[in-house]
């Protein structure tokens, strides 16, 4: 009964979209990425950067929507750094992936500490506060959760239609799903894959590392290294589960979000005194795991996926 009412409860879909917004960015950078034809495996370094520059930005003087370019804009200079790796070098995008993660946290490290070299605690930003939206935030449980967020998560929905209404409904998104599908149909058009999927790559990163730069300027008000923790990896198998569809990437993330949110408060309940919490931190990833195996046998992977692209070759 205790579960029922917390899946009943306006604070719990508040906590899940809070939760669920930073994964929306990222899942949908990763997407367009992967949409090009490209695995971005740097998506949890990239994520760390942004959060750590946006976070810095502010806390230097900037404004919070500077923070926010701030953030993209280092996101996308790792973003050129790894499709100019594996595009039009063709080198492993597994193991370039990996490399930008390892460079991208790395990199932040040492700059956290060139800044604060004294800091022992992360000092604090102001950063975005919940913006009601007035008459649709006194709808009975819907109202509370989707129109008392702050500024970021409404950019997160209103992303995903962008991104939606440009794959499927213009000339641009449709070069690049055919960079991902059939990049020799792109190159008899005229049209450089070699460019389409490395903007896509860094249009892609710059998304992630909004995605990070949430977490120090909407979730919280401070940087530290573990707050991305895993969520990169979580983003990738998302894209899979969405079935590398925006729309479904969304309900993919609100899903993961929700068996979060709700692991925290069954905690809390009687049951949560009875069970070792190991078991209630573990639920969101076993669960989303088996959606995941059950939606992924379904889905039809982009066909050039990870395929390099010579102009002349078959």
Not at 88 to 96: R, T, Y
Request: hydrophobic letters at 55%; proline letters at 5%; charged letters at 10%.
């Amino acid at each position: 009964m205790d579960i029922i009412d917390i899946l009943l409860s306006a604070s719990f879909w508040a906590a899940a979209i809070r939760i669920a917004s930073p994964l929306i960015f990222a899942t949908l950078g990763e997407l367009i990425c992967e949409r090009a034809g490209v695995l971005n495996l740097g998506i949890e370094g990239i994520m760390v950067a942004g959060a750590f520059a946006g976070w810095m930005a502010v806390y230097s003087g900037t404004g919070l929507w500077t923070g926010v370019a701030v953030a993209m804009a280092v996101g996308m200079l790792f973003g050129l750094l790894h499709s100019t790796l594996t595009v039009p070098f063709g080198l492993s995008q597994h193991v370039v992936g990996l490399g930008v993660t390892l460079l991208a946290t790395s990199a932040t490290y040492y700059a956290y500490r060139l800044a604060l070299p004294e800091v022992t605690s992360p000092p604090k930003i102001e950063a975005f506060q919940p913006y009601r939206i007035p008459g649709l935030a006194d709808i009975p449980l819907i109202g509370p959760a989707l129109f008392n967020q702050t500024p970021l998560t409404y950019a997160a929905f209103a992303l995903v239609l962008i991104v939606s209404f440009t794959l499927y409904r213009t000339p641009l998104g449709l070069a690049v799903r055919a960079a991902g599908e059939n990049p020799s149909a792109v190159a008899a058009q005229g049209l450089s894959v070699t460019g389409i999927r490395m903007g896509a790559v860094i249009i892609g990163s710059g998304f992630m590392a909004v995605g990070g730069a949430f977490l120090t300027m909407s979730a919280f008000d401070s940087f530290f290294f573990e707050m991305v923790n895993g969520r990169g990896w979580i983003c990738i198998a998302l894209v899979v589960f969405g079935a590398w569809r925006p729309g479904k990437a969304l309900l993919g993330a609100i899903l993961f979000a929700a068996f979060d949110a709700l692991q925290i408060r069954v905690q809390q309940t009687n049951l949560g005194a009875t069970v070792p919490y190991q078991i209630f931190l573990m639920m969101p990833y076993v669960l989303s795991i088996v959606a995941l195996v059950l939606v992924s046998r379904r889905a039809e992977v982009p066909a050039a996926l990870m395929v390099p692209f010579n102009k002349g070759e078959r």
